[in-house]
């Protein structure tokens, strides 16, 4: 019925939504640097556990190409660089709903930087939905105001 990366993108969006929270609760008393520091220190096992798995499995790894390993260590910068400015959304004092509400826009951002690179035009579906993802945003922001969240 679904596929596997609808089910996938499924999971994330529930795990990202846990993580947001335990962000606010529990964590954003801590600073920035220090979370990351204790995140990547986790991941960094983790990846290898997951090579270990595959090896051990039989599974194919496909390893990005050496043409292609400094877009590569790029993407990883910008997740660093992603983290750092979202995670310190949260110590800074935002909160759960002014900072998963512009998470909304992300799909809008996404396309448009995509045009800006490999071109294309925005047709009435871009724009409708770029105006629907800001009518989200004020939407979600006026709603919780008045129930007081």
Known sequence: MFSRPVLY?????WLY?????????????YSTMGL???????????????LGYLYLTGQNLTLPSRADAPI?????ALFFVADLFYVGAYTSGGNLLAITTLVVLFP?????????????RM??????????????????????????A
Do not use: C, D
Not at 9 to 13: D, E, I, N, Q
Not at 17 to 29: D, F, G, I, M
Not at 72 to 76: L, S
């Open 36 to 50: 990351l520091v204790y995140w990547y220190f986790t991941l960094a096992p983790l990846a290898v556990a997951g």
């Open 123 to 148: 047709n009435y579906y871009h724009l409708v939905g770029y105006i629907l993802a800001a009518l989200a945003i004020i939407l979600i922001g006026k709603g919780s105001a008045a129930a007081g």
């Open 108 to 120: 809008a951002i996404a396309q448009l930087i995509k045009f800006a690179w490999v071109g294309g």
């Open 72 to 76: 590569v260590i790029a993407v990883g």
């Open 9 to 13: 993108a499924f999971a994330a969006m």
């Open 17 to 29: 939504a846990l993580q947001n929270v335990l962000l606010e609760v529990r964590l954003s008393k």
